[in-house]
């Protein structure tokens, strides 16, 4: 499985960005799909992800009613949409699958519940 992130850049305070993540080879294996930001001399940490299972949502409470996580089961990609940016918001921001299984939901906000990562796009907010 590869994973392929896009649409980062740098925003101002208030404004939106929407991150890309495509997914390629053995997807069938996936149910999770999400993404993960760190900033710098921080821990990674889960701000939203999607399973295929029943298309249900998880959030970190810092972005709830903020950003939205979508998924095109079609083209193996899933989004985020973030509105309303904050400077804390800045960081890299990676894609990560995984197939939780009974793990859902409880597992979906920890990184080391992941195999699959990609290799990150920066997000600046200033």
């Known amino acids: 499985v590869q994973l392929v992130e896009s649409g980062g850049g740098l925003v101002q305070a208030g404004g939106s960005l929407n991150l890309s993540c495509a997914a390629t080879?053995?997807?069938?294996?996936?149910?999770?799909m999400g993404w993960f930001r760190q900033a710098p001399g921080k821990e990674r940490e889960g701000v939203a992800v999607i399973t295929r299972i029943h298309g249900g949502t998880e959030y970190a409470d810092s972005v709830k009613g903020r950003f939205i996580i979508s998924e095109d089961t079609m083209k193996n990609t899933v989004s985020l949409q973030m509105n309303s940016l904050k400077p804390l918001d800045r960081g890299i921001y990676y894609c990560?699958?995984?197939?939780?299984?009974?793990?859902?939901?409880?597992?979906?906000?920890?990184?080391?519940?992941?195999?699959?990562w990609g290799q990150g796009t920066q997000v600046t907010v200033s």
């Open positions: 990560a699958a995984e197939d939780l299984g009974s793990r859902w939901p409880e597992a979906w906000k920890y990184a080391s519940s992941y195999r699959y």
């Open positions: 080879g053995k997807t069938n294996i996936l149910n999770c």
